[in-house]
């Protein structure tokens, strides 16, 4: 009999079939005899086949019945089932069986008042990992991370792969948010040990966002997005962590994306706008230099101040041509200035990440016609989280040229006073948190009595950011403070209000 292919019609008395198969169909068919009554149904038989039956009372006091052995199209439509639940590489459920289950456990949380978390998670830089070892080693760590992934989740959990290289865990029964907690410190935990792929070794960390419902998300498609736009704040916040949803990140992510397409357009639409702040020796109140600070005037949101969108050109990589703009305009700017008149360039950690700063930096001042002694070029401690092997020898053939370079926001990382020693600096910038510390907290002094000394021991000029106060300025001169620099002495300004200044006080000339 051909699969599909109807077995046949049988009608009337029921004693007459001695088979045990159709026994067990007529068996199950006499209550619609009797009743005369027709139906279709299935039934599965003892031997594994499904049949499709139709059964009809005839006008004689009799019945018809059609008999179709649908086996092959039931399996063949419950692979079609599955391959639509399931993603063909890792044969993890999908988003589509993520989805009804988020919307069972939708039921059950409004039922039982039960909660339950997704947890949405991607691979940090996957992308490399394809580019460098090729598709085939990415398909099969993408493999690897769904089976650390069903390992360390219970039966009720489930893990699903959303596309590409992002995964989303549904958590049934989580007591609180802290469950959803160790979830993911365990998950980060087993997806960044090493894997072996292919003869490869491959690490690979992920970030994740976590969204709790139903606080976070009253349908399937909220809570998805949610736990995405955590995510993003998880890579935002420097991946290889995770991050809870908060109200609020939307709006935050908007406005984010529009600052970044902005940006994109911002250096050649003539937007940026370099403005100069004074350095001034303490003992007399000379200007020594200025620090050169980068202003943003959007054409429809106004001033964004540079802690809001330096981020975001770092990440978009817009730093690199942004850095190199203030510097030519900084040193062009500094050229027309007094001899004895420093000027201060912030440097970003991406920046130093290639040679070519080195380039950039002499072209820069040979077209300006500055000497190297003038320019002081500030970095934070964060540069030395990379390479620091590239930064240190980036920073030393820099220093070679006669450039100084200054150590800025000191005091706000975890190892100021180990990087101190790792090259030598010629200026520490105290950060202004603490100044503003001072006459606030009783070991203040001490604290930049003793940063003062390290300088002076050094051979470091020591500067403090943030004055804003006489007193602060007299506590900071008597603590051994060269140089300070803050709204005290002046606030950040155009250059034109500069050269009206210096018309009235003589600082900066121009040449
Ligand atoms: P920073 O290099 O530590 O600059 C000092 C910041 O303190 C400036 O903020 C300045 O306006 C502010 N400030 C100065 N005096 C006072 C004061 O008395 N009180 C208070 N409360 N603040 C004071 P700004 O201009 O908003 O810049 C913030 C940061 O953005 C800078 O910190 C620097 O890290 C970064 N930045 C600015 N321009 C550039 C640039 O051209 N390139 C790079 N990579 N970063 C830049
Ligand atoms: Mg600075
Ligand atoms: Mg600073």
């Avoid at 979830?183 to 960390?205: M, T």
């Avoid at 041509?321 to 007094?338: H, M, S, T, Y």
């Avoid at 943030?466 to 007299?474: F, L, N, V």
């Amino acid at each position: 009999m051909a699969p599909g292919a109807p077995i046949g019609s049988i009608a009337g008395p029921l004693h007459a079939c001695q088979h045990p198969i159709l026994r067990a169909v007529l068996a199950e068919q006499r209550p619609l005899i009797e009743a005369r009554k027709c139906d279709t149904y299935f039934q599965e038989l003892a031997d594994g086949r499904t049949l499709a039956i139709s059964h009809q009372p005839t006008e004689e006091a009799g019945w018809v019945a059609t008999y179709e052995d649908v086996t092959e199209r039931r399996r063949v439509e419950a692979r079609i089932a599955y391959m639509a639940h399931h993603d063909a590489l890792t044969d993890l459920p999908n988003r589509a069986l993520l989805c009804e289950r988020i919307e069972h456990a939708f039921a059950r949380a409004h039922r039982f008042g039960e909660v339950f978390t997704i947890l949405y998670m991607d691979l940090d830089r996957f992308k490399s990992v394809n580019d460098t070892l090729g598709h085939p080693v990415g398909d099969g760590l993408l493999k690897a991370v769904a089976d650390r992934l069903r390992g360390c989740t219970r039966d009720t959990d489930l893990v699903a792969r959303m596309g590409g290289d992002e995964f989303a865990i549904l958590q049934i029964g989580a007591e609180s948010a802290s469950d959803a907690d160790q979830l993911a410190e365990r998950i980060r935990e087993v997806v960044s040990a090493p894997y072996q792929v292919d003869g490869h070794s491959v690490i690979i960390g992920t970030s994740i966002g976590i969204a709790i419902a139903p606080d976070s998300g009253v349908s399937a498609d909220q809570l998805l997005k949610n736990a995405d736009l955590a995510l993003y704040r998880a890579k935002a916040d420097g991946r290889g962590t995770h991050r809870f949803f908060e109200a609020g990140m939307d709006e935050e992510l908007q406005t984010r994306r529009l600052i970044e397409l902005d940006l994109r357009k911002a250096l050649t639409a003539g937007e940026f706008e370099v403005f100069y702040q004074p350095l001034v020796r303490l003992s007399d109140g000379a200007i020594t230099g200025y620090e050169a600070l980068l202003r943003w005037h959007h054409p429809e949101r106004g001033f964004i101040p540079p802690s809001e969108f330096v981020p975001i050109a770092e990440e978009i990589g817009l730093i690199v041509p942004l850095g190199e703009w203030v510097l030519r305009q900084a040193c062009g700017q500094a050229a027309n200035w007094d001899s004895a008149i420093k000027i201060a360039v912030n440097l970003s950690p991406i920046q130093l990440r290639s040679r070519d700063l080195v380039q950039v930096v002499m072209l820069t001042l040979a077209s300006s016609g500055l000497a190297a002694t003038r320019l002081e070029l500030e970095i934070t401690e964060s540069v030395f989280l990379q390479d620091n092997e590239l930064t240190l020898s980036i920073l030393h053939d820099l220093r070679g040229f006669g450039v100084r370079i200054a150590m800025d926001d000191f005091g706000t990382g975890y190892s100021s006073l180990s990087y101190l020693r790792s090259f030598p600096f010629d200026k520490i910038k105290l950060d202004r948190s603490f100044v503003r510390d001072l006459g606030v907290r009783p070991d203040s002094i001490a604290i930049v009595q003793s940063i003062a000394a390290l300088g002076a021991n050094l051979g470091m000029t020591t500067i403090a950011e943030g004055i804003e106060t006489e007193e602060q300025m007299e506590r900071l001169r008597e603590a051994g403070f060269v140089e300070g620099q803050g709204y005290l002495f002046g606030r950040p300004q155009p250059v034109r209000q500069l050269v009206t200044q210096s018309a009235r006080n003589g600082a900066p000339r121009a040449a």
